[in-house]
C-alpha cells in the first residue's frame, strides 16, 4: 500500500490517524505491533496510545512508535553500529581539523574559545548540506556558475572552498571513528534505505510532516 493522505488543518490529526488504524488493523484483527508511526517528536505517541486504549479496552501490543531522528538511526543500525557525538567533543572536533586542513580560517581566532562560535556556525552549515544531499561538487562551483543569480565575492568563495575541505575531513574522521552526527546519520541512511529490510513492519506511517528535507524524501520515497 503506497498512498498519501491529506486533512484540514481544521480536522483533528490524531482522531482522523486512529480512524485509519481502526479501519485497516482494529477491526480486521491484524496485528498493531507491526505498524511502525513517525512524527517528528515525541509528544503525538502519547495522545494515540490513550485514544487507541479508549477504542479498543482490551490490553494490546501497540504500535512502535519513532520521532524521525530516531527512524533514521533505526535504519542505519540495521547497517551498522555507531555512536553519537557530544555538543563540546564535536566542536573540537571540527576546531583540531581546521587547524589541520583550514588553517586560513583560524586568523584572527585561534584559540579554541576564540573560534568556538564559528564552529557552531560551521556545523550547523554542514549538516544542512548533509540533510539537504547537497555535494561538495555543487560548493566548489558556484564562484564559476553562478547559480544562485549573483557572482559570488571572492572572500566567500574562499570560504566555501574551505569549508569543502573541512567537511571532506569531517566526514572523513566521523566516518572512521563510527561516530556520526544528525547529518550523515540522514545522508548515510538515505544512501543505504534501498538496501534495508522493514519485514518486522507491514506498514510504516510518516505523520504530519509539513516539510521533508532532501534526504527525507529520499527515504520515505524508497520505502
Excluded at 553519537?84 to 581566532?109: H, S
Excluded at 561538487?137 to 557572482?151: E, H, P, R, T
Excluded at 565575492?153 to 572523513?172: F, G, S, T, W
Aim: net charge negative.
Amino acid at each position: 500500500m503506497s498512498e498519501i493522505r491529506t486533512y484540514s488543518f481544521c480536522d483533528n490529526y490524531i482522531d482522523k490517524l486512529c480512524d485509519y488504524i481502526e479501519e485497516h488493523y482494529i477491526r480486521q484483527g491484524r496485528d498493531l505491533s507491526r505498524v511502525a508511526i513517525c512524527f517528528g517528536g515525541k509528544r503525538p505517541a502519547l495522545f494515540i496510545k490513550r485514544e487507541l486504549s479508549r477504542r479498543m479496552s482490551t490490553p494490546y501490543y501497540p504500535p512502535e512508535f519513532f520521532t524521525i531522528d530516531e527512524f533514521i538511526a533505526y535504519l542505519l543500525n540495521k547497517h551498522e553500529t555507531f555512536s553519537t557525538l557530544l555538543d563540546l567533543d564535536n566542536c573540537y572536533l571540527v576546531y583540531q581539523l581546521a587547524r589541520k586542513v583550514t588553517p586560513q580560517i583560524l586568523k584572527g581566532r585561534e584559540s579554541f574559545a576564540q573560534f568556538l562560535p564559528w564552529t557552531r556556525e560551521i556545523l550547523k552549515f554542514i549538516d544542512n548540506l548533509d540533510l539537504e544531499d547537497i555535494p561538495n561538487s555543487d560548493l566548489k562551483n558556484i564562484g564559476a556558475n553562478a547559480q544562485i543569480g549573483y557572482a559570488v565575492p571572492e572572500d566567500i568563495n574562499a570560504l566555501l572552498q574551505a569549508i569543502v575541505m573541512l567537511r571532506e575531513a569531517y566526514h572523513k574522521t566521523l566516518r572512521a571513528d563510527k561516530r556520526y552526527c544528525r547529518g550523515l546519520q540522514y545522508l548515510l541512511a538515505s544512501q543505504r534505505v534501498g538496501d534495508t529490510a522493514l519485514d518486522e513492519f507491514d506498514q510504516v506511517l510518516f505523520c504530519n510532516f509539513f516539510y521533508f528535507n532532501r534526504t527525507e524524501e529520499i527515504i520515505v520515497k524508497n520505502l
